[in-house]
């Protein structure tokens, strides 16, 4: 771990503090498993894939008031090891600085240096000038995100070695229709594919959960779903589902609940077709205690 991403802990863990808001209460609300976010505000940005982390990242700022734009940036360049200087004054700086300044100008000289600026005062902690920020740079700071979250994405589910430790699974649909249930059209999100669909996958919450469904390969869906929502998907030959926090999830395909495994905390992602279902575990290291 760089030192730039210690200090972009460390930083974090400083705003929220000030701000009063406990790791327990942004957990309730996220429904992150809280050693996670432990492990954000330790600098152990390494223990998830880096699309799952910038993910709780961004959950985790949005929860502690932060502005979710400036903290995004300034992960991406830690994670660079570079740190960004702060050439903004506050206001109460150039106030002061105002007062202060002498009011008989003394003799000039041909060879009187210029005074260095000291940015003490502007690099005490970066958070403090986040809404200091023109909305053109917000703009620029969401489009570079947006680019990094899609690098991220096709490298993690589209290519072959994953790197994580796998425990696949495969299992024959469930016939039993007992647990079927009807959803309302209006409580009920749907997603198509224009090509063929004869797959139908249904979603459904149990508390607010992330999640990510590639249709053929295709990005469909990446966000978080709410307690008790319902999506459905079409394909035609496959679906991949990723999800947060496996235990809060479930699923049917064309109307038959499927069996899936996944225990509450869980990171898992799901390879779904018309016979068969693979389940594929995300391992996460135990964080050392010492």
Known sequence: MT??????????????????????????????DIKFLQAIEDGNFDILPDLYMRAFIKEYAREADFDVV?????????????????????????????????????????????PEQSTETNSTSPFQNI????????????????????????????SEDTGFKLESTTEELNESTENRFELEPDSTKQFYNPEDDSLKLGLKASARVWIKVLSDNKAVYQDFMTENENLTFKAGKEFRVSVGN????????????????????ELRSYIINSDTVKSYILSVPARNEN
């Not at 210690?6 to 309730?28: D, G, N, P, T, V």
């Not at 609940?257 to 509450?264: A, D, F, I, T």
């Open 131 to 158: 809404y200091r920020k023109t909305p053109a740079k917000l703009v620029y700071y969401g489009i570079f995100a947006v680019i990094i979250v899609f690098i991220a994405v096709y490298f993690i589910f589209l």
């Open 3 to 32: 030192e730039s991403l210690k200090k972009f802990a460390k930083e974090l863990k400083s705003f929220r503090e000030s701000k009063e808001i406990s790791l327990q209460y942004i957990a309730s609300r996220t429904k992150i």
């Open 70 to 114: 400036e903290v995004m940036k300034k992960y991406d360049l830690a994670r660079k090891g570079t740190s960004e200087e702060k050439n903004i004054q506050s206001v109460e700086t150039k106030e002061i600085s105002t007062e202060t300044q002498p009011q008989q100008k003394e003799p000039e000289t041909k060879s009187q240096p210029q």
């Open 246 to 265: 496996a235990g809060l999830i479930s699923m049917e395909l064309n109307k038959k609940q499927l069996q899936v495994p996944g225990n509450k905390g």
